[in-house]
């Protein structure tokens, strides 16, 4: 078995590994390399091989930075299935659609700016500005999408199959272990996907792993420790009931898959105990909407206190006083109702969409909160306001921040480093070797030197391109 490691090698954006079995070929995920415009085109665009002699992809799970490249290898010729969880396959009809759709509108405003400027900005042909990909090219990509349940073996080939266990991460995300035999040898790889935490709401918790050989694990939080997770609902009621005092709005950049939902259900038990008044919240995001409606299809996804939630009859996403806000036209009335309220939106980062109108209309008053809720990568709007700069720039124009700035970080949904090595534990025995990928690279260099003392396994950091023969 041959790995050649292709993306989230030293960074923890493009996810993609390469497999080689017995002349076949499959990939790991086929993720979107996130970062500086001109090398992301060209890193996701120019592909290290021939689609077509792709014999298969195994995704983990649907966030984009993990799926988000698939419309670009079918564009260039991938034909055949995509294997993933059946939740992962309903997540990435909405994702993959809403990217292509994103990248569609970006390469229009940067044709129109660089016929205004003359400029030259990557991914530039004949006078426009080529999208990474079309929703076209993203709903073939969906066509190939073929689910297959957890826990239950996929063979692909007489020699070779993989079983997914759940990764506890984000609906339907899995660590996939896959089982090859070369030349009379049995080799098992599992491939780590993103590991989750244990007692996340909604979604179930990691499984304990099986006994593998080798092991491609992530390492997004190597280094660090998450605050304790019980602590974030009597967190999230003081925001709330503090900003209500004032009579002020919350304002809450969210992620649309996972992060949104975890909101509303907790409000939903907040309002229940009557910790917090019965405010209105909107969830002002077509994509939230349409992946929540994915989550109610996969309560095999939910983990016991959401089960017995909706046994009791009561809609974990749904209650009197929350509204979704699929229109443009409802999302702008937002801006002429008075305080107290709670506005859900996208994007997380503040990067687009249409959160950055509710950031417009409110920073500048004191009464109101932005309540920030999750990882904000330097450089970004999300990233100005966590670090409380005095002015930030929206659309152009640049706000005095005077409203509250509140995080609720508790809710990553990546292991930290205590977590990461209590899901390593069962596995360590038997591994002969660990891939650390998906880290910068202070995060993975801390978690191999833990790993190395604490189970005695060696651990390699590979660079992108660099291939491994296991055996
Ligand atoms: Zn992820």
Redesign the pocket.
């Known amino acids: 078995m041959k790995i050649t490691f292709w993306g989230a090698a030293k960074t923890v954006t493009g996810s993609m590994h390469e497999v080689g079995v017995n002349g076949k070929r499959y990939l790991l995920d086929c993720g979107m390399y996130q970062g500086r415009r001109a090398e992301a085109f060209a890193r996701n665009t120019q592909l290290p091989f021939a689609p077509s002699s792709i014999d298969g992809v195994i995704l983990?799970?649907?966030?984009i930075?993990?799926s988000g490249n698939l419309p670009t290898l079918v564009k260039k010729g991938y034909g055949v299935p995509v294997y993933t969880a059946p939740a992962t396959a309903d997540l990435c009809g909405a994702m993959l659609l809403d990217s292509a759709y994103l990248q569609e509108k970006d390469a229009a405003y940067l044709t129109k700016r660089h016929l205004r400027r003359k400029t030259l900005d990557a991914g530039f042909e004949n006078g426009v500005v080529e999208p990474l990909y079309t929703v076209v090219d993203a709903e073939q990509a969906v066509k190939l999408f073929e689910p297959v349940d957890l826990h239950t073996p996929k063979v692909l080939d007489p020699t070779f199959s993989y079983e997914a266990y759940d990764a506890g991460?984000?609906l339907g995300?899995s660590t996939l272990v896959l089982n090859a035999e070369e030349d009379g040898r049995k080799i098992r790889l599992a491939f780590s996907?993103?590991v989750g935490r244990p007692n996340q709401s909604i979604i179930k918790d990691p499984d304990a792993m099986p006994a593998v050989d080798y092991l491609i694990m992530e390492s997004t939080y190597g280094d660090r420790l998450h605050k304790d997770l019980t602590a974030v609902a009597d967190k999230l009621a003081e925001i709330v009931n503090r900003t209500c005092q004032r009579g002020g709005k919350i304002i809450v950049p969210a992620f649309a898959v996972g992060r949104t939902q975890q909101l509303v259900l907790l409000l939903h038990e907040l309002f229940d105990q009557q910790r917090i008044p019965r405010i209105p919240i909107f969830v002002d995001s077509p994509l939230a909407i349409e992946v929540t409606k994915i989550f109610r299809q996969h309560t095999e996804c939910f983990d016991d206190e959401t089960r017995e939630f909706l046994e009791k009859g009561e809609d974990p996403f749904g209650f009197s006083s929350l509204r979704y806000v699929p229109e443009a036209s409802a999302s702008k009335a937002l801006n002429d109702l008075r305080g107290p309220f709670i506005i859900i939106s996208a994007s997380g980062m503040c990067e687009g969409g249409r959160i950055l109108h509710h950031l417009k209309n409110n920073i500048e008053d004191p009464r109101n909160t932005v309540l920030v809720t999750g990882f904000m990568a330097e450089h970004t709007l999300g990233r100005k306001l966590i670090d409380k700069l005095p002015e930030v720039p929206i659309f152009g124009e640049l706000l005095r921040l005077r409203a509250e700035v509140a995080k609720l970080n508790e809710l990553s949904?990546?292991a930290d480093q205590h977590e990461l090595l209590a899901w390593v534990k069962p596995m360590a025995k038997e591994l002969k070797k660990i891939f650390i990928v998906h880290g910068e690279p202070a995060q993975s260099a801390a978690l191999a030197v833990v790993i190395k003392q604490q189970f005695g396994v060696e651990c390699v950091i590979p660079e992108r391109g660099d291939t491994v023969e296991l055996s």
């Open positions: 983990s799970h649907a966030h930075d993990h991460h984000i995300s996907g993103d949904g990546h």
